[in-house]
């Protein structure tokens, strides 16, 4: 599954010489229909309610108010294409929401700003969050329901807080606070792995340990992946003096930039983390390998001068001929000298061996 | 074939103290006559001719139009010269077009501008891309024919999207990005053979193996040559501010920039996996060598007790001079004692193995 | 323990969406409950006193002078909250109070700031100090009990040096310089624990040595990851312009950002150390086993040629059939001829190997 | 040699506290006597000739022409100091002049530039160039004859180009771009090597390759060393701002500055290439050790069952005593048996080995 | 020695929250007497004397001229104290002063600097130099008597070059650059260690050479920690525009600055020398290692079927019973046979072997 995740993420590109700005549906769009809900609200009231295809061209963002369109799923390009044409957007931004994976970046048009992150779920998948923001007025486009939104909805459902009433940029910022959020259960869930590694390893490392710990690495290094320029985008949002953020919204965008720096701060940490266990699992693997061959090779080399002893009395030198040919043989007590002197010299090993302390 | 490519790359230079601006005919130029393509249009109309090389000096820049010379192939040196004494680019720009290969980089001369970057085709070889950009006119030269421009002539003659209409800076732009966007095919490629190597790496690690790896890394190390200082030249001309590139473009050199720092991203993601597939094949094999000494080393051991009691039984004492002289042989079931002796030095051998779980 | 606080390290964060600046008790806070005390004080006065949770709405800076408000556990989120509303702080800033751990740094707020550092006691352990400086007011946050600055008070108490008299910033000053002058003790100890590690691999490298150098490591990283930020946020609170900060005071600040720089040196001095270790370890006890190695070996080489000639007079071709057959077993002096032809064997060899060096 | 070459490059000191400015001959310069030469050109004509030192003090810079002034060989101090006196230039200018080795680099002074660069030739060596640029004036200072700087000789010699109508400056790029690609050639040589070496680590690695690799690598580092401030020196160079250096000139500059980056760039390439040769010849040699141990260790492995059956018949139990005792040494087809045991036993093991595919 | 210098450099630290500017004794300081040395000159005298420490309240700068009060040994900090009293010391400096070891450093206070550099003495010991300068006056505290100033002292007394006349920041300049100075000949004997290393690495690689590599490693570690700080010392103090340093002296600083750069290049090259010393340590050894192994094995290899053939024909198969029992033994030349299976054997073997390239 990491394999055909990694694979995805790769396969993209739009053939060279394409005209820019054309809008393609990206192969793994996938055909569900395409959700289009607006919030329509200002201060006093806000309005929830799904919009229909065709009721595009017709929008309005309220007078005084705050319009947030979130459309997810980017099968229908018809629909991005109706989207950028209500409001303006740019078609080479228009491209960048269907054509993903893109880095996480904040990008400049003449009268609109489009945010690009990456949302995290467990098992580590990202999904890509395209957020347009222009005067009173947020256009997410989301690959496929399911997002970290829903408190946001709540509190504007709800009215808590101030949401309903700091305008367009405030809810960019609550979106993109959400997102970058969600990363941390995420990485709290790879810790967890990490540390049950971390024991694995020392009490039974198999290969398949180690494979477990490059599949951790590669989790976190798509985390990463999609963090690091996530940090630099809210910097440059934090940044951004177009008037489009007001200086109210800006004390909040530092607070999630600190977010990112937490998140990249964790991430770096679990990546030593797991780069050690690498070292760790090696070390204990051959720590094994050398106990066994210590252990058994001791063993070879006490037998040896016992079956060397055994030989030289089962060469057959004739002592009849002569009496100095194997005259331990016909001792009284020849076969117990034998052993004895078998006995003492295992001994002596032994002895000599835990001097040594290699036993 | 890689290892000559690699030389092809690096047999470059003009003898040292030579005058600036000579303009020599690279060594592995070949010996292919030189195509030259003009494409001369305005937003109404667009001609598309071949050149020979005695008309550049009477060639014109359409009115109001803009004009696109292209050569493809450099082995004739009259041919840059006589452009460049028409157009009026400078010596030292000239030669570095013919000077190949030149690290991708814009340079900023009185009135025109040269870009180089560097195409990437599959197998990996690089071809560099010399573009002039000055007043209505882009003259490129490549090092032989073939190229990823064709959608961008047929866009030409059709008339397809603005590109007749946006000048000579968007056409250069639209050739900048199609250089570029030629390189994902390619690592495309490149991603596909990591992943088999990752699967074989496991299943069977042979030096073989090694070798490729090292070979994609080496092609990997080539992309990312030719991207990391393409990345900076599209910086660069983004800040350009000359007047040669217009606002207008701006936005579209933007995305070109992007699309340059994704293939970097792309190649980082791909060398760090085949620096992880080097670590993943070492530990392979030393996982699989340590498998083999281990299970031999025990076989051995389990057989030299054994081999050593056969030897004490092969001794040679005398019974009749003493019965303590090995009186087992002499026992009713002294063989079978003998038997049940080894059976049971290796069954406890076994068991001891097991406990300790080296087997 | 050392995997407890790093799980606890990391086990943080409000969920996903959650109203920005809502305080929620962190979950690790702990029921003690919590003390508030006050040192109220001008240069001829200062006042001490534990102050009550009702209290703190009616709290009131003296004119001329500046209060301290010491604020040690973290449990009850009301006081927090009461203070921020009395003395004006960002809802986020507090947010950033409770919501632990949070990287050490300097947040600017409209009429104060807050600085944030790490505290480091030993065995490793840290706790976040939130610093409030606003006009003649200094609010801190323990997460517990006991902290660095006993010296500070006694010097508040008693009118030692000029404290009493250099206003806010200079307490401010104070309480950073305590808290990076408390990571020196630490240090030292770590650095002691890496010297007994040092003796320890040459004399007696097992598998735990390796474990508690691990250890070590993972408690220099614990102060790095205190340290490196903190040295940034004294940087920035010398480059602070916005006059909270009086020039008098800066030269303080620089003496105080020396020592975070001093600490870093040590900290990356030991770090590389204990990284040296680690290769000490890996060399030592591969030297151990090729030691072992080799004179196994070597003993078990010497005897396999003996053992093959007693094996050779161990064979029992018939002397009666033709004197060729083994007529060394019927020499006079056959079997001392064998028992010599063994020495000398074992002679050449141990010769060959002792010309050799290997023994 | 290679290590003669680093111990001469590294001697290298004033004693410490000698007055700044003195003027030492360099250990190493040797005894060759100092040879001047000059070229004293305007566009119309260009005179060379030897000068004695004598001349020195009245030597004229031409009127509305330029002065080359080249000393070939520093033995002699007083040659230097009485140029430094003619002209002007700074005593520690003329301290770096002498006190050989200097990194390359530009210094200002209050009416000239001292540029350093340094010469390198195969095999590695490099050689310091010492290049004062003043108004009109060209002092270039080598260690021993021999240069690079012939063709630009011829250059002025002939008039060719506009080389004597272009002002010192120019002449001062001729010689730096002269100088940068004098490394062209040495690298080529290296690259060669660095192939060779490719080669001769698969197909016989023995621990000379690896120190011939060292070699390389040590020479590449040597010319890193001088090419890495080079480059630094040409940017300054290229920022220059005193009218030293004229705006048409500039050009010609980045030019030169670009060579430094390719020559950088090729340097690097062949260090990671000779960098994974060290891995590659690593594992090469790991690998046949490892072939030798396995099919060493599989042969042992394969008799030593074998020699226990023939142990076993060869233990001395009295058949007579009981028809228990090795019946097989009586029976009809006993030693066939036997040698059909051990026959059957040695097939198994190695079917066994080739199903494990450890053959 | 080398365990003792580097805990020295560790053990200190002030109390956590010490009033700041106390002045405490080093730990090390030693009960050495302090000595005071001052030389007050004018371009046209010189005067030279010990200074008792009552005195210093009294001192005077003398007109138009400069005074370095020299103070070596920092066990009295009452001497500290009354120099910082007499000229105006922030308590800080003095601190800093006191307070060993500090990185080498320039601080700004109001009316003077304070310059703290190591020196550096064979075998490698640091000793901190902190050194005043204000207005016509530089004052000097060592650790200790000894240093590199006695040519600058000598160039005072006798007048030599212009260094009466130049001021105190020429004079401080003198005094840094023989600090810097100081370190080339401490180099240069690590540079023999090195060299000597190289081929005892070489020639006779045991566990005492890794030892002594590591030394070499540490004394390098420690002269960078003392220089890398030193130049960016000096290069503040280039940069230095508060009128203390005139821009007359700035040329010498910059000579000063390059030495530290040079110092920092050799001190790189040296530890990249020893780091691939460590590298060839471990390749030399395990050369060694598989080298005796291979031979070993070989050798065990060619025993092993030697002893089983006569194992074989040590079997005590009744021939009696039936002739297919041992024919052999009953030839004529059995034995010989044996012998002769025996040496073709190993005959085969070594030529197996020796096609295989493995002995």
Chains 1, 2, 3, 4, 5 share one sequence.
Not at 155 to 169: E, N, P, T, V, Y
Request: one cysteine or more; proline letters at 6%.
């Amino acid at each position: 599954m990491g394999r055909k995740r990694s694979r995805k993420r790769i396969k993209r590109w739009v053939p060279a010489g394409t005209l820019p700005g054309t809008l393609v549906a990206h192969a793994e769009a996938g055909l569900e229909p395409v959700q289009i809900h607006i919030f329509s609200y200002d201060p006093d009231r806000c309005e929830e309610r799904v919009l229909r295809p065709g009721e595009i061209p017709s929008l309005r963002v309220p007078e005084k108010g705050v319009l947030w369109l979130d459309v997810r799923g980017l099968s229908d390009t018809a629909i991005v294409k109706a989207v950028g044409d209500r409001f303006g957007f740019h078609p080479l931004a228009l491209e960048d929401v269907l054509n993903i994976p893109q880095r996480p970046k904040v990008d400049r048009y003449e009268n609109h700003l489009l945010i690009i992150l990456r949302e995290v779920t467990y098992p580590v998948e990202t999904e890509q969050m395209s957020m347009f923001l222009s005067d009173r007025l947020v256009a997410t486009f989301q690959e496929r329901p399911g997002d970290p939104f829903e408190p946001i909805r709540d509190r504007l459902r709800k009215g808590l807080g101030k949401i309903r009433s700091l305008g367009a940029d405030y809810l960019l910022y609550s979106l993109c606070d959400a997102v970058v959020d969600s990363i941390f259960p995420t990485l709290e869930k790879l810790g967890e792995e990490v540390e049950t590694l971390e024991e694995t390893v020392i009490s039974d490392p198999v290969p398949q340990t180690l494979r477990e710990i490059r599949e951790v690495k590669k989790q976190l290094l798509e985390i990463r992946r999609a963090i690091w320029p996530a940090r630099d985008a809210m910097s440059e949002l934090l940044r951004e003096d177009s008037g489009v953020i007001r200086p109210g919204t800006r004390v909040f965008l530092r607070d999630c930039y600190d977010h990112t720096i937490q998140v990249m701060d964790m991430v770096e940490t679990y990546r030593e983390m797991a780069a050690s266990l690498v070292d760790e699992y090696i070390s204990s693997v051959s720590n094994r390998m050398n106990e066994i061959m210590k252990v058994l090779t001791i063993m070879a080399t006490i037998f040896i001068p016992l079956s060397f002893i055994a030989g030289v009395y089962g060469m057959n030198f004739d002592h009849q001929v002569s009496p100095f040919n194997m005259p331990e043989l016909y001792w009284r007590y020849g076969y117990l000298f034998a052993l004895f002197l078998m006995a003492a010299t295992a001994g002596g090993l032994l002895c000599y061996f835990r001097k040594k302390k290699w036993l």
